[in-house]
DNA sequence: CAAACGGTTGAATAATCGTTCAACCGTTAT
DNA sequence: ATAACGGTTGAACGATTATTCAACCGTTTG
């Protein structure tokens, strides 16, 4: 029978939707697994730190030389260094004036290349 | 006190620098690319759409379900959808007066998979 | 038929995010 | 010491974005 009074706002879920329900809540990831996961693929979310990201494949480069290769600011390209440097997704190295900033490690290639598969489907 | 007498703000590069930046920029990829990679993953960057993606791994969901799992209103999970629906990542059915979403294909659980092992180190 | 439900949609609000601007720090050279 | 350069940073602005709210559509049921 129905158990709930009337003008309840949301659906009533009958017994085989409930046990769905109950089912998929016990495979998920724990919350902050949800959350962590969404923080790292953000940071993959905007051009500029993928281009940086593809500028210092390869090669390490200073801050000046990506900045002129993107074509915006050294402070620009700085601050989106300091997020990739905080996710430690690059690392860097100061050699005088400069600082010379490459890949971490191949794990970011990895999932670039997965997604790029995936749009030239 | 800071004045500008030459006129050149941004950094002069020396020869060995702009060979560098040559360099790097034949090997990026072209600007389409970067947006579509870029775009590609923003979709992944929000934890309500990573968690409904969970959610409809393994067993269809419909969206009345799926609301009640994460504790959103219809309405925010039926306009999320609708961005995973326009990034083909998910896959709908209609049965009667419910909808039920299903993940597109391996490739997502792939690159997830792949971003567990980068979180998890 | 009309009411009820699952689902979608557009506009509005609030929060998040990227770039600019100006100032600053450390290193190198004058 | 002073100046110039590469690089960093914080605040402010503009743009983007997720959620809420209200209205709406299609299907099923009474």
Redesign the pocket.
Known sequence: MKEREENLPV???DEVHAEHVSLARAAMPCEETLYELADFF?IF??S??ISILFAIDGEPM????IAELLG?????V??????LRQSDLVR?KKS?????YSLADDHVRDIIEKALDHIKE
Chains 1, 2 share one sequence.
């Open positions: 659906c009533e879920h953000k979310g905007d500029t730190r200073c801050v000046c030389d915006m600011t050294k402070s620009a700085s601050h989106q260094l300091k997020i860097y005088g004036k400069n600082v010379y």
